[in-house]
């Protein structure tokens, strides 16, 4: 083959990403290795987007004006995206590649709209998770925590010792997280499902809302001053260097570590956010296809293809500190923490206990409002639950 034979038969493709961090830019590293083994050209962007939170806000502004090949989305958008634009259906590479065996339904219900595949997964962020600084860790002798009340014994015991607690939270998306993760680790994992997916409102469920939010408030009070107006990936840089107890995050800290050098389950613990334990909350990353009459649908199908196939699941977790979105993926060559995070989505797949994550802009103000005092208990409550439930149900009376 010649030069320009071979030249002829790259196709450029213009990909729209997030990968930002020290450990996000791993991600770019492998897609380029799989795009140029499929003679696909990445255009690589600058890096303009601190966090997924301002990627997606200004990615809407851009799509106004033009449409890449593919962008990243978080999964919660890629409903409202199947409704705004024309995208490019994906039924006959999941086909293909047999998605609907080997994805977990509850990602799958987040890639398809009105029955067809829009969106290819990336992987699974699960969300509730401790990273501890292990050294520190074992300065308090204590066990690992299991409930809530021994996670506010392990912060109170390393304020004692005059040991930073807890990293800061104060983008309104973290702050957000944690306080998904309170409301389950309150209410439990029945409450949980039944309250956001089966969007079925108990009469007690506005006290647990309520407990949750003064537990959240709880929290904050163990900030530590070394992590204050620091972003997530700075705060994760004073956990490696022992300047902070623990970080309350997604698994993307996992990768976030391991670019720093830090070894899981020897420098730092990875340990379910308590209560929690036996569910696995996510966000999961899926890129989206654009139909334009400039865009190259031959090109678009053969990233697709490259998305889902096992060995780019396989090393792009590895690198992300992800669990791939396959289910169907060794374990091999993974740290101790992503081990645990994929046996444990395998688990939870089994018993319905794989949640999508809640969190929306509505639930982030709502939040942050009330943290910031600018409203009531109360009204947080009702702001809570108008920015998570679509139709509040009443549960069915027991002669129905």
């Not at 987007?49 to 851009?62: D, F």
């Not at 007690?204 to 929290?219: G, M």
């Not at 994929?342 to 943290?371: G, T």
Request: glycine share 4%; hydrophobic share 40%.
């Amino acid at each position: 083959m010649t030069l320009r034979t071979a030249l002829a038969e790259e196709r450029s493709i213009r990909f729209w990403h997030w990968w930002n961090s020290a450990g996000e830019v791993k991600n770019i590293e492998v897609l380029n290795k799989y795009l140029t083994k499929n003679n696909l050209v990445w255009e690589e962007q600058a890096a303009q987007h601190s966090s997924s939170n301002l990627y997606l806000t200004r990615v809407k502004k851009q799509l106004q004006s033009q449409l890449p090949d593919a962008a990243m989305m978080d999964s919660s958008e890629t409903h409202k995206y199947a409704e705004s634009f024309n995208l490019l259906p994906l039924d006959d590479i999941a086909q293909e590649q047999n998605w609907d065996e080997v994805i977990p339904l509850a990602i799958q219900e987040r890639a398809k709209h009105q029955g067809h595949w829009v969106s290819a997964p990336l992987n699974s962020h699960s969300t509730n998770w401790l990273w501890i600084n292990k050294d520190l860790f074992l300065r308090l002798n204590i066990s690992e925590p299991q409930t809530w009340n021994d996670l506010i014994a392990m912060l109170d015991k390393a304020k004692a010792l005059g040991i930073p607690a807890l990293a800061s939270m104060r983008d309104d998306w973290e702050q957000a997280l944690l306080f998904e993760l309170t409301l389950m680790s309150t209410g439990g994992l029945g409450f949980y499902r039944r309250l956001f997916f089966d969007q079925v409102l108990h009469p007690s469920d506005r006290s647990i809302v309520a407990k949750s939010l003064l537990r959240l408030k709880q929290l904050t009070s163990y900030y530590s001053d070394t992590t204050d107006n620091l972003s997530w990936d700075q705060s994760t840089a004073q956990l490696a260097k022992g300047n902070v107890l623990v970080q309350v995050h997604g698994s993307w800290v996992n990768s976030e570590l391991s670019s720093l050098d830090a070894e899981a389950n020897i420098d730092y613990m990875c340990l379910r956010f308590p209560e929690t334990q036996g569910a696995y909350i996510f966000n999961s990353d899926h890129v989206v296809f654009f139909k334009a009459p400039y865009n190259d649908g031959s090109a678009q199908k053969k990233l697709a293809r490259i998305l889902l196939d096992k060995d780019f699941q396989r090393e792009l977790s590895i690198a992300n500190g992800a669990s791939p979105a396959r289910v169907d993926i060794t374990t091999e060559g993974f740290n101790h923490c992503s081990k645990k995070s994929i046996y444990d989505l395998r688990m939870a797949n089994m018993r319905r206990a794989v949640m999508p994550s809640i969190n929306n802009k509505a639930l982030e103000k709502a939040v942050a409002s009330f943290l910031q005092q600018h409203t009531s208990l109360r009204t947080a409550v009702e702001q809570v639950l108008h920015a998570t439930l679509e139709e509040i149900q009443s549960p069915p009376s027991k002669s129905s």
